[in-house]
């Protein structure tokens, strides 16, 4: 089945710094990947879609320039929070969508298994 | 309003029961429903997906839809301790990559040995 590989799976750094964030689609291509945040006991928001070979679209509210997408190939996507402040201690968790005709469901977007960060 | 309501719970039960998880939305453009099951510190696991109204059918999982009073509910039959997750409901308008899914707040599922 569709495996979405995401690292780190968590991840500590100080203020000020950037955490670099990779989401791999493993066993297929995906042209489309999207970036969520989780704070706890609440819902996935969609932070942005990325599309290879294109720039990111942010959701309204998403600091495009604190939150540096880039999706450079068919099954890797990057996320970097730059200047890193302890709000932005969160649960970052990407998903991609098979890309057409490669026999994988359009529906139902698979996840990766998400990346803890924590601001000090 | 929100787009997606869901009871957050959390919700307990014991082992063999049947629970019944459910979600409302306010939009009837929506088409695309989905069940996801997420684990602690981990992603969400796509458990079902259904296409406007009626039921589908999963083993255990039974997802239904009513559009007529934006309605979505999924069914456990005989639980398992390990289906003690958080459940969350997700809406698109369409399948595609163009619309975006829309999720509950997830409902806390602790099924009791």
């Known amino acids: 089945g569709a495996v979405v590989s995401q690292h780190p799976s968590r991840v500590i750094c100080k203020s000020g710094t950037s955490v670099k964030i990779e989401c791999r689609s493993l066993d297929f291509q995906a042209t489309t990947m999207f970036w969520y945040r989780q704070f706890p006991k609440q819902s996935l928001m969609l932070m942005a879609t990325s599309n290879e070979g294109s720039k990111a679209t942010y959701e309204q509210g998403v600091e495009k320039d604190k939150f540096l997408i880039n999706h450079a190939s068919l099954t890797l996507s990057t996320l970097t929070v730059t200047s890193a402040h302890p709000e932005d201690s969160s649960f970052y968790i990407c998903?991609?969508?098979?890309?057409?005709?490669?026999?994988?469901?359009?529906?139902?977007?698979?996840f990766g298994s998400g990346t803890r960060l924590t601001v000090v | 309003q929100k787009e997606v309501e869901q009871d957050p719970g959390p919700l307990s039960v014991p082992e063999g029961a049947i629970v019944s998880l459910n979600c409302t939305y306010s939009n009837s453009a929506f088409q695309y429903f989905m069940w996801y099951r997420q684990y602690s510190r981990k992603g969400p696991e796509l458990l079902m997906y259904?296409?406007?109204?009626g039921n589908k059918e999963d083993g255990r999982f039974t997802a239904q839809v009513d559009k007529s009073s934006k309605y979505i509910s999924l069914f456990i039959r005989d639980s398992q301790p390990s289906d003690s997750a958080t459940y969350l409901c997700a809406i698109s308008l369409g399948g595609g990559a163009t619309n975006k899914l829309i999720f509950g707040t997830g409902t806390l599922l602790a099924v009791q040995p």
């Open positions: 259904t296409y406007s109204s």
């Open positions: 998903s991609a969508l098979p890309t057409p005709g490669q026999g994988a469901s359009n529906y139902g977007y698979t």
